[in-house]
C-alpha cells in the first residue's frame, strides 16, 4: 500500500470512517493518519459527510450509572461516588480552598493578612489544573479594579505561549489580561472584566494562548480554573 | 435605549434554550447546534456544568448510535463513558470544519465503537437477541437529542442518489459498524460486489455532498 496516492488514501480514509476498513489495513492507516496532517484532515472531511447518517438513529437514553461513571473517570481515583450525594460542590471547594489557603500562603510566605491589606480583596481564587495540582492564586482586588495573580511554582511556565486569564459567567467567555509566567501580575480591571466578576457562580480560567492577538475565546489550552471563594475575616 | 426592551421581547429566553436539552416528555431534535458548540466551547474550560448539559443533549443519540453496533448493553455502556471522557479531554480541538458538534461528538463514539468491534472480529451475537432491548428503550419517550438538522438533510439527500444496492450496503455498514464480509452475507451478495458497490456510493456521496456543502 502506497501513501501518496491521494485517490488511494481518499478511498482509504472513506472506508475508515464508514467502518469497512478493518484489521491490520486498519491499523497501519491510522498510524499513518497521527503521523500526516493531510491524511488526517482527509479522515476529517469524510467524518463530516458521513457522521451526519448517523443523526437519524431513534435515541436510546443512556442509564444513569453512565453519567455517574463519566465523572468517576474525570474526578480520578480518589473520587468517592457518594460525594455528589452529600455535599454541593461549591462547598466542599470553598472548605477545601479555605484550608489550602492557609497552607499555601505559609508556603508561598506571604501572609493572608498582607495580601489583605494590599488592596483590601474580599475574594480569592486557587486555581488548579485537571489533576487538583494547584498552579495559580488570584486576590480580588475590586476597590482597587485590579486582580493579583501569583503563579504557584512554575505552574503558570509555557514555553513560547502567552498565560491569558479568562472569567466563565453566565454561559459568556471574557477575556481579562495577559499574566506573566513566573511573577505576580496585576491585572487591571475595565468595566466588563468588574460586570463578569460580579456574576453568581463566576469562574476564572487561565490558558496558554499561541502568539498573535488574543481573541474572543481562548484558542490555546485551558491550564487551570477555579471558583472564586470568599476570604475569611480577619 | 427604547429598542433594548423590545429586541429583548423578540429574542428567546436563554432559560428556553437549555430546557430543550433537558428532559422533556416528547421524542424531538434542536436544530440549532449553537447552543452546543457554546456549551462544548465552557466544557473546553474545564466547565463541568455545560459538560453535563453537552452530555444531556447528545447521550441518547450517541447510546443509539452505539448500541446499534455493538449489540451489547454492558460494552455499550463503557463505550460511551470512554467517548465522553474524550470530548471532555479534547473539546477545545473542536471546531466547525468538523461539522456540528453532534457529528464531532457522534464520530468520536462511532471510532471507539469500531476500536472495539475490530478487537471482537466478526460478530457472532444473533442480532435478535439483543433488539428486543432496544425496542422498549426506544418506547420510553427519550429527552430531546441534539442534531443538526441541515447537515443531516444533506447527507439524507444525497444519499437518495446512490442506486438501492449501493444505498443498501453503504447504510448498513455505516449503522450496524459491518465489515465487507458481513456486509455481503448481510445482503446475500458477493463480496467483490459488495466492495465496489460501497467503493461507488462512497464517491457519489463525495460528489453531491461536495455541490451541497457550496449550497449551505
Given at each position: 500500500m502506497r501513501f501518496d496516492n491521494p485517490e488511494l488514501i481518499d478511498r482509504l480514509a472513506a472506508e475508515y470512517v464508514l467502518g469497512t476498513l478493518r484489521g491490520r489495513a486498519r491499523a497501519r492507516f491510522e498510524r499513518v493518519m497521527h503521523a500526516n496532517f493531510a491524511v488526517a484532515k482527509q479522515v476529517r472531511l469524510w467524518e463530516s459527510r458521513l457522521t451526519p447518517l448517523a443523526h437519524a438513529t431513534p435515541p436510546v437514553t443512556a442509564p444513569g450509572r453512565v453519567w455517574a461513571g463519566i465523572e468517576a473517570r474525570l474526578d480520578g481515583p480518589k473520587s468517592q461516588p457518594a460525594r455528589a450525594a452529600a455535599e454541593p460542590r461549591s462547598v466542599t471547594f470553598w472548605r477545601r480552598a479555605t484550608l489550602f489557603m492557609g497552607t499555601l500562603a505559609s508556603a508561598l510566605g506571604i501572609a493572608v493578612g498582607v495580601a489583605a491589606t494590599a488592596g483590601n480583596p474580599s475574594c480569592y481564587a486557587v486555581l488548579t489544573d485537571p489533576k487538583s495540582q494547584p498552579l495559580a492564586v488570584i486576590f480580588d482586588e475590586r476597590n482597587m479594579k485590579q486582580l493579583r495573580v501569583l503563579p504557584v511554582g512554575s505552574g503558570l511556565a509555557a514555553p513560547g505561549a502567552t498565560p491569558y486569564l479568562w472569567t466563565i459567567a453566565d454561559g459568556k467567555v471574557h477575556g481579562v489580561g495577559a499574566l506573566k509566567q513566573d511573577a505576580q501580575t496585576r491585572v487591571m480591571l475595565d468595566g466588563a472584566s468588574l460586570s463578569a466578576l460580579m456574576q453568581p457562580g463566576v469562574k476564572l480560567a487561565i490558558s496558554a494562548e499561541p502568539p498573535g492577538d488574543v481573541g474572543v475565546a481562548p484558542r490555546g489550552p485551558v491550564m487551570v480554573q477555579g471558583m472564586l471563594a470568599l476570604l475569611p475575616k480577619q | 435605549m427604547l429598542l433594548f426592551p423590545t429586541l429583548a421581547l423578540l429574542l428567546p429566553p436563554r432559560a428556553e434554550l437549555w430546557s430543550t436539552a433537558r428532559g422533556q416528555t416528547q421524542a424531538g431534535v434542536m436544530t440549532d447546534s449553537e447552543p452546543l458548540a457554546k456549551l462544548l466551547a465552557r466544557t473546553a474550560l474545564k466547565d463541568r456544568a455545560a459538560f453535563q448539559e453537552l452530555f444531556r443533549a447528545t447521550q441518547g443519540l450517541v447510546y443509539g448510535v452505539c448500541f446499534k453496533m455493538l449489540r451489547d448493553n454492558e460494552v455499550t455502556e463503557e463505550v460511551v463513558q470512554d467517548a465522553y471522557v474524550k470530548v471532555w479531554t479534547?473539546?477545545?480541538?473542536?471546531?466547525?470544519e468538523r461539522g456540528s458538534p453532534t457529528t464531532w461528538i457522534v464520530a468520536i463514539a462511532r471510532n471507539r465503537c469500531l476500536d472495539v468491534l475490530r478487537r471482537r472480529g466478526v460478530d457472532d451475537a444473533p442480532w435478535e437477541d439483543h433488539y428486543a432491548e432496544t425496542i422498549a428503550d426506544e418506547a420510553d419517550s427519550p429527552e430531546k437529542q441534539a442534531v443538526d438538522a441541515g447537515e443531516a438533510r444533506a447527507v439524507r439527500q444525497c444519499l437518495e442518489t446512490l442506486d438501492a444496492a449501493q444505498r443498501a450496503a453503504v447504510e448498513i455498514a455505516f449503522v450496524e459498524g459491518l465489515a465487507h464480509p458481513e456486509v455481503a452475507a448481510r445482503l446475500g451478495r458477493p463480496l467483490g460486489t459488495v466492495k465496489s458497490q460501497i467503493r461507488r456510493g462512497l464517491l457519489k456521496l463525495k460528489t453531491c455532498l461536495g455541490d451541497e456543502l457550496a449550497l449551505r
Open positions: - | 479534547r473539546a477545545s480541538d473542536y471546531n466547525h
